[in-house]
């Protein structure tokens, strides 16, 4: 290292890109001394240079991430539990797939790649800056996994188990499978192609015949593997679909291949006039680039969904009875644990933040680009990370029950289920293929009479230039974009029909706690009543609320005292209150007509605490005044959806009083107080009747049966796991800024399927009939067809790299929220 600061650009650190400090450490690359802000990006950069990779400073097109030297202790990455569930292989040789933070342009994995592969014992290190995924395979009696991880956290890489390599490699497999067809069928097409340019070329017949015989064998050679080899999964599509005693693009895509290199080989033996080996070929290939081209739109709608169920640590931190921690695995903890998380760990289970406040990095899970700050009694989710200082968490829920193992699994069983517009398309092509392959039995028999050495051309060329591969690839292909582009943001979409509905929707109804206002609740005032104080009628009420969900329970639990009482017989009123017994006495709190009796004259906008004496009279105990603050962001998206031309009905159980103050605030003039979870319902379908589109955006548990009434439902990740149950679609942050940003990008999803399926239907409209007549040839009807399909898809990718909606300037308290939304 050098201490001369001469020449240098200090504005930043030249390694990692963060603000340098007041006396940077200093690093000499090649000629060039370079500032850097801390001792571990120096090592790293030195380490670099050492071994000769310093190119990639030259290479990369992004800074890389700030290199963390405390916080890059891997052991436990050694042990034989943790391998037996993530790696594979056995001890002579393992194989492993890691998820690598910080990958962020192509010559961060070249710069992987080059140094692990010289370490001692390493097989294989192949990094993939587009997937983030490292596959490392190496030898364990050489060198441990933990010092090949020690390594790249050196660089600045931040590794994470990746669970389920069943999954990974299946995945894997099928990836490579279509690409090693893809080279199949370009190589073989690109040298069929140019065997057919000079049979083509021959225009007065004078090639020798034994020359044009050869070209054409060699033109067989060449197309039999794009065929049979390439072509493999249209033909296996079109057994099945035989098998299943229906048509389907597969049939006409595969039996128009099989025709046309079946016809040229039958030319080939009899020296016939013509072959259509490149009409054959050429098919293949195209049709296979467009069908990667929308498995890749399918596999980034996928990656962030696998990428909450994967980044979860594999061992957690446990506190033992006598204040000390010990390392499990992660099926060990139990409900009621208290797990310790280091800073810059993950959160290994769902729990209730204990003693202090904490920052957590909830990018993974919300897209939120800076930390959010919890305070004791929050919720911390699993997958987040905490940032600057260690926490301890009470374990509420672990494994399979987590809010995220439950938003993975409803995804994933969205994501088995085809819409209805794609099931439509597919009926419609399927019946279009029908009536194609009988005109085509038209078309030859007419060309049989009229000049028969073209009828096989002219029909080869309508079966290919007709096929509806652009038909079928419109509605998935958008909707697979825009679900990739959802995800990224942190919205994931449940129901299989909510975007297309969303689209449609002209009123939204809201809910007010926990959805238009942070939910985080609190006590405003106690009015009491009888010989209890503040102090015990608080008491009681925390008792009860002890067991409820919603989140106005919050407000009692938190200040509960040292010692709490506890409730039994705990009965919930939806959108009512509650009811239970303590030492032996009966209380209830809720409503004012709940608590206290219908004829009851009180502060309707009070939560009231009541004993329920033998003969079943109430007597008022104690009446609190909650409050609760807006979102930072609420007006916002409010305004915004009223630009997107959106009614906007607030349904909420408050009273009237904290309802009205809401909807003032935010512009809203339809609201209504006191509304029971069968009222909200009412009102919903009211609406319905008189011919609206309604959505609901709520989160709570007395949401879920409007959610489930609504033409389509937004839950926010936060809420109770029913309410994502009965969702359509879930966002996964606090942001409601992603409502009108999803409204925005489902508008235009529908607008693409439409531009699509116009493109697809005036193709064919017109490719028809110029085929019928023999103004094309084979293999320029399979160019047609291929850039009718990826024009399709194109179209419907552009939906993935679009900004959902152009934000505003907001308050610097937004910003964060914005930049991680748009």
């Known amino acids: 290292m050098s201490a001369s600061m001469a020449g240098m650009d200090t504005a930043s650190c030249f390694h990692c890109g963060e603000p340098l400090p007041a006396s940077p450490v200093v690093v000499r690359i090649g000629d060039h001394d370079h500032p850097m802000c801390c001792s571990g990006c120096a090592a790293a950069a030195s380490w670099i240079s050492d071994a000769g990779l310093d190119d990639y400073y030259r290479l990369r097109s992004a800074d890389g991430l700030r290199v963390d030297v405390a916080d890059s202790d891997f052991s436990a990455w050694d042990r034989a539990d943790v391998l037996a569930a993530h790696a594979r292989g056995d001890e002579r040789e393992r194989g492993i797939t890691v998820l690598v933070e910080g990958i962020r342009c192509a010559a961060c994995a ?26 490392l395979r190496w030898q364990p009696e050489k060198t441990a996994l933990s ?61 020798p015949v034994a020359t044009r015989d050869f070209m054409r064998w060699l033109c067989f050679a060449l197309s039999t593997p794009v065929v049979f080899y390439s072509g493999q999964p249209f033909l296996r599509g079109m057994a099945n679909e035989l ?69 979860r640590p594999a061992l957690a931190w446990r506190e033992t009875h006598d204040g000390q921690s010990e390392q499990v695995p992660l099926h060990a903890l139990a409900i009621g644990d208290i797990a310790r998380v280091r800073a810059g760990d993950t959160v290994p289970a769902d729990g209730i933040l204990l003693e202090a406040p904490g920052e957590f990095d909830e990018a993974l899970l919300s897209g939120e680009s800076r930390p959010v700050l919890h305070q004791p009694g929050d919720t911390v989710l699993a997958g987040s990370l905490a940032v600057n200082s260690p926490a301890r968490l009470r374990v509420e829920r672990t494994g399979q029950d987590t809010v995220l193992s439950d938003l993975v699994r409803l995804v994933e069983q969205a994501q088995a289920q085809r819409p209805q517009l794609a099931r439509v398309a597919d009926a419609i092509a399927s019946r279009f293929v029908l009536g194609l ?39 998935p292909a958008a909707l697979a974009a825009s679900h990739a582009r959802l995800a990224s943001m942190g919205v994931l979409v449940l129901g299989n029909e909510g975007l297309d509905t ?95 009796g219908p004829a009851a004259r009180v502060d309707g906008d009070r939560i009231w605490l009541s004993r329920i004496d033998n003969d079943d009279t109430p007597t008022a105990l104690a009446g609190f005044r909650v409050g609760d603050d807006l979102r930072p962001c609420a007006a916002d998206a409010m305004a915004r959806l009223r630009a997107q031309q959106l009614e906007l009905v607030i349904l909420s159980g408050d009273g009237p009083a904290a309802v009205a103050d809401v909807g003032a605030r935010l512009g809203i003039a339809d609201r209504r107080a006191r509304q029971r979870p069968q009222d909200k319902l009412d009102a919903v379908r ?25 033409d389509v439902s937004i839950a926010l990740g936060h809420g109770a796991p029913n309410a994502h149950r009965a969702a359509d679609i879930v966002l996964l942050g606090d942001s409601l800024l992603r409502v009108p940003q999803t409204i925005d990008i489902a508008r235009r999803c529908r607008r693409v399927i439409r531009q699509n399926l116009a493109w697809a239907a005036a193709y064919n409209l017109i490719a028809l009939p110029i085929a019928a007549l023999g103004l094309v040839t084979p293999w320029l009807a399979a160019l047609g067809m291929a850039a009718s399909s990826l024009i399709v898809t194109g179209n419907a990718l552009r939906l993935s790299r679009s900004p959902a909606v152009t934000m505003a300037r907001l308050p610097s308290g937004h910003e964060a929220t914005e930049r991680a939304a748009a």
Request: glycine residues 8%; proline residues 3%.
């Open 110 to 135: 070249w710069l992987i790649g080059r140094a692990l592969s010289p370490m001692p014992g390493v097989v294989e290190a192949e990094a993939n800056a587009v997937t983030g995924r490292l596959q």
């Open 147 to 207: 010092v090949l991880l020690q390594r790249l956290a050196s660089l600045g890489y931040r590794p994470h188990l990746a669970t389920g390599e069943a999954t990974e490699q299946a995945r894997r497999a099928e990836r490579r499978d279509l690409l090693k067809r893809l080279l199949v069928a370009g190589l073989g097409t690109v040298q069929a192609m140019m065997m057919a340019e000079a049979l083509y070329l021959d225009f007065h017949n004078t090639m």
């Open 243 to 311: 098998r299943l005693r229906r048509f389907g693009m597969d049939t006409l895509i595969a039996s128009s291949v099989l025709i046309a290199w079946a016809a040229s080989v039958l030319e080939t033996f009899r020296g016939g006039p013509h072959v259509w080996y490149d009409a054959a070929v050429m098919f293949v290939l195209f049709l296979l680039v467009a069908r990667y081209l929308e498995r890749m739109a399918r596999q980034r709608a996928q990656a962030a969904v696998d990428t909450l169920a994967r980044a």
């Open 437 to 475: 392959l009988l005109s085509a039995v038209v078309i030859a028999v007419a060309w049989r009479f009229h000049q028969p050495d073209r009828a096989l051309e002219v029909t080869l060329a309508l079966l290919i230039i007709s096929c509806p591969c652009a038909l079928s690839l419109a509605i």
């Open 502 to 596: 969303l689209a449609r929707a002209d009123i939204i109804v809201l809910d007010k706690t926990g959805t238009l206002s942070t939910g985080r609740q609190r006590i405003d005032d106690i009015e009491t009543r009888g010989d209890l104080d503040a102090t015990q009628v608080q008491a009681i009420a925390a008792a009860l609320e002890r067991h409820s969900s919603h989140p106005i329970a919050s407000a009692f639990t938190s200040n509960a005292g040292a010692t709490p009482l506890r409730a039994g017989d705990v009965t919930i009123t939806p959108g009512a209150g509650l009811e239970g017994r303590i030492a032996g006495v009966h209380y209830r709190l809720g409503r004012a007509d709940f608590a206290l």
């Open 686 to 710: 009211a609406l319905q009747d008189e011919g609206h589109v309604v959505a609901m955006l709520g989160d709570g548990i007395n949401d879920a049966p409007v959610l489930a009434g609504a």
